[in-house]
């Protein structure tokens, strides 16, 4: 019998946060590193041949000053992956990382804190998987509640370099996140 990892890296995402006229945030991005599925690009790697991205639902945050720290709540939130059978992806077009089709849907569980200082910021939250759907991809049929059926616990790193946004944008800043897979003993709300 093959012994299973007690954790392991299941996601490594490449994205960035949108901040819109109206303050409310959304991120999303692509995947670099999806468990087992391959391949993740249809040409050389980068968000227009990515076959897997992801999108939130827009959100907000609260601002707090803790000495030169900047620390921001986010309020919880979900988030979803697609399928994009013909890779679209481009950050200067917000919408074309939700195109494809839905496969997962992720559920933030509690606020995340973000901290900053200098150059970079970093990120903690756990995300219970909330619904997914069996999806046909390189000839094999996947699902991503077979790979992730607790949810996720990802850490991110992000510039605070914000970047020239698209239109309707405040601010837009890259991040990478890498996510382990939740063990089974564990019990969301």
């Not at 993740?40 to 991205?53: C, I, R, V």
């Not at 496969?103 to 939250?125: K, M």
Request: hydrophobic share 35%; charged share 15%; proline share 8%.
């Amino acid at each position: 019998m093959e012994s299973q990892p007690i954790a392991g890296v299941v996601w490594y995402a490449i994205g960035r946060f949108y901040e819109a006229l109206d303050g409310s945030l959304q991120d999303l991005g692509y995947f670099a590193h999806l468990g087992g599925l391959e391949p993740l690009f249809n040409g050389p790697p980068g968000e227009g041949s990515a076959f897997f991205t992801f999108r939130a639902d827009p959100f907000t945050a609260q601002k707090l000053q803790n000495g030169d720290l900047s620390v921001s709540l986010d309020s919880t939130g979900s988030f979803t992956l697609y399928l994009n059978r013909e890779p679209c992806g481009d950050f200067s077009r917000p919408e074309t990382f939700s195109r494809g089709e839905p496969i997962a849907t992720f559920q933030r569980l509690s606020a995340v804190v973000g901290t900053s200082v200098g150059p970079l910021g970093t990120n903690l939250f756990s995300a219970a998987l909330r619904s997914s759907t069996t999806f046909h991809f390189q000839g094999r049929d996947w699902n991503l509640e077979r790979l992730l059926p607790h949810g996720i616990t990802q850490l991110g790193v992000a510039s605070t370099t914000a970047i020239p946004p698209p239109p309707g944008y405040k601010t837009v800043t890259p991040f990478v996140g890498s996510a382990m897979a939740v063990g089974g003993n564990v019990r969301w709300p």
